[in-house]
C-alpha cells in the first residue's frame, strides 16, 4: 500500500558530500515526521537526524553541522545531504517516514536501505 524507495548511497573519500533521497508512494494521506537513521556493522541503529511536519529538526550530535535534513512534500520525499564525510560515517543508511494513510492511526514506514562508505 505504501511503498518507500530509497537512493543516493554509494562510496565516497572522507571529505566528500553525498545526497540521500528517500521517496513514498502509494496510499497516502498524509506524512507526519520524517527522518534518517544508519547502522554500521555490529552496532545498533541510530537516529541520524529527524523533521517534523513543520520543518523542525533534530540532529545526532555526530553530525550536526555537517548534516541537512529537508523535506519536499508535494514529491512526499526526504532528503538528507552529507557534506565533511568521516569514515566513521559509514552505515547502512534507512529513511523513516511516519504515514497516515487516511485511516485508522499514522504508521511508521522503512526504506529498504542504502549503504554508505567513506574511505580514508
Known amino acids: 500500500q505504501v511503498q518507500l524507495v530509497e537512493s543516493g548511497g554509494g562510496l565516497v573519500q572522507a571529505g566528500g558530500s553525498l545526497r540521500l533521497s528517500c521517496a513514498a508512494s502509494g496510499s497516502i494521506f498524509s506524512i507526519n515526521a520524517m527522518g534518517w537513521y544508519r547502522q554500521a556493522p555490529g552496532k545498533q541503529r541510530e537516529l541520524v537526524a529527524d523533521?517534523?511536519?513543520?520543518?523542525?529538526?533534530n540532529y545526532a550530535d555526530s553530525v550536526k553541522g555537517r548534516f541537512t535534513i529537508s523535506r519536499d512534500n508535494a514529491k512526499n520525499t526526504v532528503y538528507l545531504q552529507m557534506n565533511s564525510l568521516k569514515p566513521e560515517d559509514t552505515a547502512v543508511y534507512y529513511c523513516n517516514l511516519e504515514i497516515y494513510t487516511g485511516w485508522g492511526a499514522p504508521r511508521d514506514y522503512w526504506g529498504q536501505g542504502t549503504q554508505v562508505t567513506v574511505s580514508s
Open positions: 523533521i517534523t511536519s513543520g520543518r523542525s529538526t
